[in-house]
Every structure is written in C-alpha cells, then in structure tokens.
T-cell receptor, first 113, second 117 residues
Framework: SQELEQSPQSLIVQEGKNLTINCTSS?????LYWYKQKYGEGLIFLMM?????EEKSHEKITAKLDEKKQQSSLHITASQPSHAGTYLC?????????????FGQGTTLQVKP | EAGVTQFPSHSVIEKGQTVTLRCDPI?????LYWYRRVMGKEIKFLLH????????ESGMPNNRFLAERTGGTYSTLKVQPAELEDSGVYFC???????????????FGPGTRLTVL
C-alpha cells in the first residue's frame, strides 16, 4: 500500500467550477508540499504546509493541512483551462534521514472550456 | 535566476548499455536530490546530496546506479548496465536548505525520460 494516497486519480471539470483534491497519510506529516506538473515539464512548487490547521492561498488555489497533520486538501475556485495539469502532493515523513519527499500518485485535472 | 536543468531531456538506449544523466541545480543550492517515476507509479526518492556528500542514498535501487556530485555543483547519475525496468522519468531537484525548514522546498528540473529497449 502507498504511504500517501491521493484522490481522485483524475478529474474533468467544466471551466468555472470548483474542485478539491485530497492527500491522505496514515502517518504524521511533518511537511506537506503541493506541486503542479504539466506534461513534459518539471514539477512547479505551489505551497508548503507544516502546522496543523494551516491554510495557505495563492490566487485561486487554497491548500489546507488538517489538525492531526495527516490529511491535506487542495481547492481550486472557479477553475480555468490554465489550471489543467497533474497535481502532486509530497510529504516529509521524517522516515530515515530527512531530505526526501514521499509522493502521492498524482491527480490529473482537465478543465473543459 | 536559472532553474534546475537536466540533460538530456530524452534518452533511448538498449539493454546492457550505459547512460549518464546530468543535473545542474540552482546556483547556491547545497541540497540536490534525485527522484524517479516509472510508468504507472508514484515519484520515488533515489538519493540526496548535501554539497558533495551523499546524505541519504536509501532509495537507490541497486549497484547499477551510481550518483556523483563532484565539487558540490552539478550531479551525474549513471546507470550501468541499463535494464528494461530502469525506464522512466528521472527528476533532479535542489533546495537551499534542509527539508522541514521554511524555505526548504525542493525545486524540480524538467526530468530526463529514459527508455531502455
């Protein structure tokens, strides 16, 4: 089983609609990083969350980390075609030496005009 | 400021051959990471350099993989001999400070797509 579960795996929404992507762990998350990837490109850093209950927003994207620090959500308001891509959550789980991120499988988002 | 760059962007080789991937981190970033994504799976950590030292190489699959970072600048990842299961996208990332600290986010390169036939 995976250490970090992302859902849904894929999502198709109409432009203007809101959507939420979830990232869940059975272990405490010491840091949760959201990235976006467009096909053939690298991962673009979106936001980092570290504290239980923390919430951050950038433009129309809001990320939250729950109080228990085991689940994070990424919410996009009024989606646009530019939001299309694959969203990945990466976690610092402090397993072994620090430095590595554990990733979820990603959520592929399509936004229909 | 230039981002993380990787070379080549694509590589197609035959089983048994050798391939060397290169990563140039963002200037001044002491921390350099290698990750890999094989088809259908999540991105997985391979190893972490702090300057020229290997901090964590727990994710390296086997001894066919050799990573170096001479002088603490760019890094290379050599696969010798390559096997079919080595196909995937190899990502490099760098960060100025350690994960877990504010500002410790990792900046990723575009990846090298490796195909082993």
């Amino acid at each position: 089983s995976q250490e970090l579960e992302q859902s849904p795996q894929s999502l198709i929404v109409q432009e203007g609609k809101n959507l939420t992507i979830n990232c869940t762990s059975s272990k405490t998350l010491y840091g949760l990083y959201w990235y976006k990837q467009k096909y053939g490109e690298g991962l673009i850093f979106l936001m980092m969350l570290q504290k239980g209950g923390e919430e951050k927003s950038h433009e129309k994207i809001t990320a939250k980390l729950d109080e228990k620090k085991q689940q994070s959500s990424l919410h996009i308001t009024a989606s646009q075609p530019s939001h299309a891509g694959t969203y990945l959550c990466g976690a610092d789980m402090r397993s072994g030496n620090t430095g590595k991120l554990i990733f979820g499988q990603g959520t592929t988002l399509q936004v229909k005009p | 400021e230039a981002g993380v760059t990787q070379f080549p962007s694509h590589s197609v080789i035959e089983k048994g051959q050798t391939v060397t991937l290169r990563c140039d981190p963002i200037s001044g970033h002491d921390n350099l990471y290698w990750y890999r994504r094989v088809m259908g799976k999540e991105i997985k950590f391979l190893l972490h350099f702090v300057k020229e030292s290997k901090q964590d190489e727990s994710g390296m699959p086997n001894n066919r993989f050799l990573a170096e970072r001479t002088g603490g600048t760019y890094s290379t990842l050599k696969v010798q001999p390559a096997e079919l299961e080595d196909s995937g996208v190899y990502f490099c990332a760098s960060s100025p400070i350690y994960l877990g600290l504010a500002g410790g986010e990792q900046f990723f390169g575009p990846g090298t797509r490796l195909t082993v036939l």
